[in-house]
């Protein structure tokens, strides 16, 4: 059995595994849109395409996205700073202001993505104080000139520069 640690000090360690930054929109029941930053994205499987992350249990974001059975995950660039922590807090009119364009599910794409994959949801398993969301790929497409992807790093975000 290991010696117990507190959660700041796991935080703190995990916190130097860098991770993607990306928002998951959607519409709920009555259409409105919904999007919440997710910093726990992940590829699942190839075949079939199923990519993976991790909301808040408690989200009200992810309860109002849910209702609709599919999501878009939005990949940020190093230049939406803003729009991560727009969307990192829940509460207010996340989209007031923002002209989104329907992804081909109907689902919010968010001005400036590098990239962007829409979902149906495969499954849902609550998983300590979060829930394991694994989307099935129904269509995807990327920025064509991307420079820099955000990552989260330390609780702060940075970017990753391409280069090739």
Same mark, same amino acid.
């Not at 660039?77 to 922590?85: I, L, T």
């Not at 207010?92 to 989104?100: H, M, R, S, Y």
């Not at 992804?103 to 001005?111: D, M, Q, R, T, Y």
């Given at each position: 059995m290991s010696a117990p640690f507190d959660s700041a000090h796991f935080r703190a360690v995990l916190g130097h595994v860098p991770t993607s930054v990306v928002i998951v929109t959607g519409l709920d029941a009555n259409g409105a849109a919904f999007g919440i930053t997710i910093g726990s994205f992940t590829s699942v499987s190839l075949d079939p395409p199923l990519v993976g992350f991790f909301p808040g249990t408690q989200s009200q974001s992810w309860a109002a996205i849910r209702e609709s059975g599919r999501f878009c995950v939005n990949v940020l660039?190093?230049?939406? $700073?803003?729009?991560? #922590?727009r969307f990192a807090k829940e509460g207010?009119?996340?989209?007031?202001?923002?002209? #989104?364009v329907p992804?081909?599910? *109907?689902?919010?794409?968010?001005?400036g993505s590098?990239? #962007?994959?829409?979902? $149906?949801?495969?499954?849902?398993?609550?998983?300590?104080?979060?829930?394991?969301?694994? *989307?099935?790929?129904?269509?995807l497409d990327h920025a064509e000139s991307v420079e820099n992807a955000m990552v989260f790093f330390r609780g702060k975000v940075s970017s990753v520069k391409h280069v090739g």
């Open positions: 660039g190093a230049h939406q $700073e803003d729009m991560c #922590w207010d009119d996340k989209f007031a202001g923002i002209e #989104w992804s081909a599910g *109907g689902n919010p794409v968010l001005p590098i990239a #962007w994959i829409d979902c $149906e949801i495969e499954t849902e398993t609550v998983m300590g104080d979060h829930t394991c969301v694994v *989307g099935l790929v129904t269509s």
